[in-house]
């Protein structure tokens, strides 16, 4: 076989190569490794589960979330700081949220008051389900920069 012959269909392998894994690589994408959604709803108890003026670190691992209760009722706060994403950690004996990564600090109905975090801690969609179990929806974001905290799904008043 001539080299000439021979260059020409390693040049169109190559090609043909090419062309297929690209093909392969874009099927690849249409099936993701994950084939589910994480849930983003949960049970999280009756209100009588939370006592007034306590902060309930319950759900923090499993769902990053921290159920608060006030005087105005209760409500799902994220356990996200809005700097940089770390895990704040609840400080009873100071009554505040406080992030170890960079100093942010919150306040228990999570606003912010300390350090680089640039906005308040968000809050999920709480409600009542027929049975009267509290149901949290993380996929409903309540910012009170926005004034989303004056919605009533922001808090479940008791």
């Given at each position: 076989?001539?080299?000439?012959?021979?260059?020409?269909?390693?040049?169109?392998?190559?090609?043909?190569g090419a062309v297929?894994?690209?093909?392969?690589?874009?099927?690849?994408?249409?099936f993701p490794k994950v084939f589910f959604e994480p849930p983003m709803k949960f049970r999280a108890g009756v209100p009588s589960d939370y006592q007034p003026g306590a902060v309930s670190e319950r759900w923090k691992k499993e769902w990053r979330v921290w159920m608060v209760r006030t005087e105005k009722g209760l409500f799902a706060l994220s356990a996200t700081c809005t700097h940089l994403g770390c895990t704040p950690v609840w400080l009873e004996a100071e009554?505040?949220?406080?992030?170890?990564c960079h100093g942010s600090a919150y306040t228990p109905e999570g606003i912010n008051v300390e350090g680089p975090a640039p906005r308040p801690l968000e809050r999920f969609r709480i409600t009542l389900d027929r049975s009267g179990q509290i149901v949290v929806d993380k996929r409903r974001v309540f910012?009170?920069?926005?004034?989303?905290?004056?919605?009533?799904?922001?808090?479940?008043?008791?």
């Open positions: 076989m001539p080299r000439r012959d021979l260059f020409y269909k390693l040049t169109w392998l190559a090609v043909g297929v894994s690209a093909a392969a690589a874009a099927v690849r994408m249409l009554n505040r949220f406080q992030c170890p910012r009170q920069e926005w004034g989303e905290w004056n919605h009533p799904e922001s808090i479940l008043r008791l």
